[in-house]
Protein backbone atom coordinates (compact mmCIF):
# COMPACT_ATOMS: atom_id res chain seq x y z
CA UNK A 1 0.00 0.00 0.00
CA UNK A 2 1.52 3.51 -0.92
CA UNK A 3 1.93 5.76 2.03
CA UNK A 4 1.31 9.82 2.03
CA UNK A 5 2.89 11.35 -0.81
CA UNK A 6 3.89 15.22 -0.33
CA UNK A 7 6.63 17.42 -2.71
CA UNK A 8 8.72 18.91 -2.94
CA UNK A 9 10.68 17.80 0.07
CA UNK A 10 12.64 20.87 0.28
CA UNK A 11 11.47 24.71 -0.13
CA UNK A 12 13.44 27.69 0.36
CA UNK A 13 12.21 31.02 -1.07
CA UNK A 14 12.69 34.48 0.03
CA UNK A 15 10.62 36.43 2.55
CA UNK A 16 7.48 38.09 0.78
CA UNK A 17 7.56 35.30 -2.17
CA UNK A 18 4.61 32.73 -2.15
CA UNK A 19 4.86 28.81 -2.12
CA UNK A 20 2.20 25.60 -2.58
CA UNK A 21 3.02 22.21 -1.13
CA UNK A 22 0.85 19.08 -2.47
CA UNK A 23 0.06 15.89 -0.84
CA UNK A 24 -1.74 12.55 -1.81
CA UNK A 25 -3.29 10.76 0.64
CA UNK A 26 -3.89 6.92 0.93
CA UNK A 27 -5.91 5.73 -1.30
CA UNK A 28 -9.59 5.91 0.26
CA UNK A 29 -8.49 7.71 3.32
CA UNK A 30 -11.20 10.47 3.93
CA UNK A 31 -9.59 12.42 6.41
CA UNK A 32 -6.65 14.83 5.47
CA UNK A 33 -4.63 16.72 7.52
CA UNK A 34 -1.79 19.76 7.34
CA UNK A 35 -0.15 19.80 10.42
CA UNK A 36 2.81 22.71 10.62
CA UNK A 37 5.59 21.46 12.72
CA UNK A 38 8.87 24.35 14.12
CA UNK A 39 11.92 22.94 15.19
CA UNK A 40 11.80 21.85 18.81
CA UNK A 41 7.72 21.42 18.41
CA UNK A 42 5.14 19.40 17.85
CA UNK A 43 3.18 19.22 14.76
CA UNK A 44 0.18 21.85 15.35
CA UNK A 45 -2.75 21.10 13.34
CA UNK A 46 -3.74 23.81 10.28
CA UNK A 47 -6.12 22.13 8.66
CA UNK A 48 -8.76 19.45 8.12
CA UNK A 49 -10.86 18.35 5.76
CA UNK A 50 -13.59 15.91 5.52
CA UNK A 51 -13.74 14.58 2.10
CA UNK A 52 -13.91 17.63 0.18
CA UNK A 53 -14.68 19.55 3.17
CA UNK A 54 -12.70 21.56 5.99
CA UNK A 55 -13.48 20.31 9.22
CA UNK A 56 -11.63 22.56 11.52
CA UNK A 57 -9.29 25.63 10.29
CA UNK A 58 -9.23 27.55 13.25
CA UNK A 59 -5.78 27.67 13.51
CA UNK A 60 -4.76 28.40 9.74
CA UNK A 61 -3.51 32.17 9.52
CA UNK A 62 -6.29 32.67 6.88
CA UNK A 63 -4.46 36.45 5.91
CA UNK A 64 -1.48 34.43 4.37
CA UNK A 65 -2.48 30.59 4.08
CA UNK A 66 -4.90 28.55 1.60
CA UNK A 67 -5.58 24.89 1.27
CA UNK A 68 -7.71 23.18 -0.91
CA UNK A 69 -8.69 19.77 -1.35
CA UNK A 70 -10.26 18.64 -4.79
CA UNK A 71 -12.51 16.06 -5.58
CA UNK A 72 -11.85 14.98 -1.92
CA UNK A 73 -8.27 13.06 -2.78
CA UNK A 74 -4.96 15.41 -3.37
CA UNK A 75 -4.64 18.82 -1.50
CA UNK A 76 -2.47 21.80 -2.08
CA UNK A 77 -1.67 24.06 1.28
CA UNK A 78 -0.11 27.64 -0.14
CA UNK A 79 1.77 30.58 1.59
CA UNK A 80 1.07 34.16 0.43
CA UNK A 81 3.23 36.15 1.25
CA UNK A 82 5.76 34.11 3.43
CA UNK A 83 7.26 35.38 7.06
CA UNK A 84 10.42 34.50 8.03
CA UNK A 85 8.49 32.49 11.27
CA UNK A 86 6.86 30.22 8.54
CA UNK A 87 10.03 28.24 8.17
CA UNK A 88 8.69 24.79 9.04
CA UNK A 89 7.93 21.22 7.96
CA UNK A 90 4.90 21.06 6.96
CA UNK A 91 3.66 17.65 7.25
CA UNK A 92 0.64 16.39 5.51
CA UNK A 93 -2.20 13.18 7.19
CA UNK A 94 -4.25 10.87 6.25
CA UNK A 95 -6.54 8.78 8.09
CA UNK A 96 -10.00 6.49 7.42
CA UNK A 97 -12.91 8.25 8.79
CA UNK A 98 -13.36 7.91 12.29
CA UNK A 99 -10.01 6.09 12.79
CA UNK A 100 -7.82 7.46 15.32
CA UNK A 101 -4.69 6.74 13.95
CA UNK A 102 -2.95 9.22 11.06
CA UNK A 103 -0.45 8.37 8.28
CA UNK A 104 2.14 11.07 7.97
CA UNK A 105 4.03 11.89 4.48
CA UNK A 106 7.87 12.55 4.94
CA UNK A 107 7.38 16.22 4.95
CA UNK A 108 8.27 19.43 3.30
CA UNK A 109 10.72 21.33 4.90
CA UNK A 110 10.44 25.39 3.92
CA UNK A 111 12.73 27.95 4.96
CA UNK A 112 12.27 31.48 4.00
CA UNK A 113 15.15 33.58 4.12
CA UNK B 1 -2.36 27.71 26.15
CA UNK B 2 -0.34 23.83 25.71
CA UNK B 3 -2.84 21.07 26.38
CA UNK B 4 -0.35 18.68 26.13
CA UNK B 5 3.16 18.67 27.91
CA UNK B 6 6.53 16.65 27.53
CA UNK B 7 8.28 17.95 30.04
CA UNK B 8 11.70 16.05 29.17
CA UNK B 9 12.71 16.85 26.53
CA UNK B 10 15.28 14.36 26.44
CA UNK B 11 16.11 10.92 27.73
CA UNK B 12 19.00 8.73 27.38
CA UNK B 13 19.16 5.29 28.45
CA UNK B 14 21.15 1.84 28.32
CA UNK B 15 20.48 -0.83 26.23
CA UNK B 16 18.31 -3.16 27.33
CA UNK B 17 17.16 -1.11 30.14
CA UNK B 18 13.71 0.36 30.68
CA UNK B 19 12.88 3.65 29.10
CA UNK B 20 9.83 5.44 30.57
CA UNK B 21 8.50 8.34 28.88
CA UNK B 22 5.84 10.91 30.51
CA UNK B 23 2.85 13.11 29.32
CA UNK B 24 0.67 14.93 30.77
CA UNK B 25 -2.55 16.88 29.60
CA UNK B 26 -5.45 19.52 30.57
CA UNK B 27 -8.45 19.04 28.49
CA UNK B 28 -10.95 15.84 29.69
CA UNK B 29 -12.30 15.62 26.54
CA UNK B 30 -9.34 13.56 25.30
CA UNK B 31 -11.07 10.05 24.84
CA UNK B 32 -7.88 8.52 22.66
CA UNK B 33 -4.48 9.11 23.73
CA UNK B 34 -1.74 7.97 21.17
CA UNK B 35 2.08 8.23 20.95
CA UNK B 36 3.93 8.52 18.03
CA UNK B 37 7.81 7.89 17.13
CA UNK B 38 9.42 9.94 14.68
CA UNK B 39 12.69 9.33 13.18
CA UNK B 40 15.09 11.92 10.99
CA UNK B 41 13.66 13.55 7.73
CA UNK B 42 10.64 11.46 8.37
CA UNK B 43 7.03 11.69 9.55
CA UNK B 44 5.58 9.96 12.67
CA UNK B 45 4.58 6.76 12.53
CA UNK B 46 1.54 5.59 14.92
CA UNK B 47 3.42 3.45 17.92
CA UNK B 48 0.66 2.49 20.22
CA UNK B 49 -2.75 3.89 21.96
CA UNK B 50 -4.87 3.41 24.76
CA UNK B 51 -8.88 4.43 24.93
CA UNK B 52 -9.97 6.94 27.92
CA UNK B 53 -11.53 3.95 29.57
CA UNK B 54 -8.41 1.38 29.68
CA UNK B 55 -5.50 2.17 32.22
CA UNK B 56 -3.41 -0.41 30.65
CA UNK B 57 -2.55 -1.32 26.63
CA UNK B 58 0.67 -3.69 25.93
CA UNK B 59 1.96 -4.10 22.35
CA UNK B 60 5.20 -6.19 22.13
CA UNK B 61 8.01 -4.03 24.36
CA UNK B 62 5.85 -1.25 24.40
CA UNK B 63 2.80 -0.83 26.75
CA UNK B 64 1.19 2.57 27.59
CA UNK B 65 -0.52 3.61 31.11
CA UNK B 66 -3.34 5.87 31.47
CA UNK B 67 -4.20 7.65 34.85
CA UNK B 68 -7.43 9.92 34.24
CA UNK B 69 -7.94 11.50 37.37
CA UNK B 70 -4.12 12.82 37.12
CA UNK B 71 -4.44 13.47 33.40
CA UNK B 72 -1.46 11.43 32.52
CA UNK B 73 0.08 9.15 30.96
CA UNK B 74 3.27 7.10 30.34
CA UNK B 75 4.72 4.91 27.42
CA UNK B 76 7.28 2.40 28.77
CA UNK B 77 9.54 0.55 26.73
CA UNK B 78 11.33 -2.83 27.89
CA UNK B 79 13.86 -3.64 27.05
CA UNK B 80 15.08 -0.31 24.77
CA UNK B 81 17.07 -1.23 21.91
CA UNK B 82 19.50 1.30 19.91
CA UNK B 83 16.48 1.26 16.75
CA UNK B 84 14.25 2.73 19.40
CA UNK B 85 16.17 5.98 19.66
CA UNK B 86 13.53 8.80 17.96
CA UNK B 87 11.39 11.61 18.77
CA UNK B 88 8.01 10.20 20.82
CA UNK B 89 5.05 12.15 20.94
CA UNK B 90 2.17 11.87 22.95
CA UNK B 91 -0.91 12.96 20.87
CA UNK B 92 -4.36 12.81 22.66
CA UNK B 93 -7.38 12.67 20.25
CA UNK B 94 -10.66 14.46 19.95
CA UNK B 95 -13.29 15.46 17.77
CA UNK B 96 -11.42 14.00 15.14
CA UNK B 97 -7.71 15.02 15.82
CA UNK B 98 -4.84 14.69 17.93
CA UNK B 99 -3.02 17.51 19.37
CA UNK B 100 0.27 16.82 19.71
CA UNK B 101 3.16 17.02 22.72
CA UNK B 102 6.51 18.70 21.79
CA UNK B 103 8.02 15.46 21.91
CA UNK B 104 10.45 13.61 24.02
CA UNK B 105 13.99 12.59 21.88
CA UNK B 106 15.10 9.33 23.01
CA UNK B 107 18.56 7.91 23.12
CA UNK B 108 19.53 3.98 23.46
CA UNK B 109 22.88 3.55 23.94
CA UNK B 110 24.84 0.28 23.11
Known amino acids: EAGVAQSPRYKIIEKRQSVAFWCNPI?????LYWYQQILGQGPKLLIQ????????DSQLPKDRFSAERLKGVDSTLKIQPAKLEDSAVYLCASSLEDNTEAFFGQGTRLTVV | DQQVKQNSPSLSVQEGRISILNCDYTNSMFDYFLWYKKYPAEGPTFLISISSIKDKNEDGRFTVFLNKSAKHLSLHIVPSQPGDSAVYFCAPYNAGKSTFGDGTTLTVKP
Open chain 1, 49 to 56: FQNNGVVD
Open chain 1, 27 to 31: SGHAT
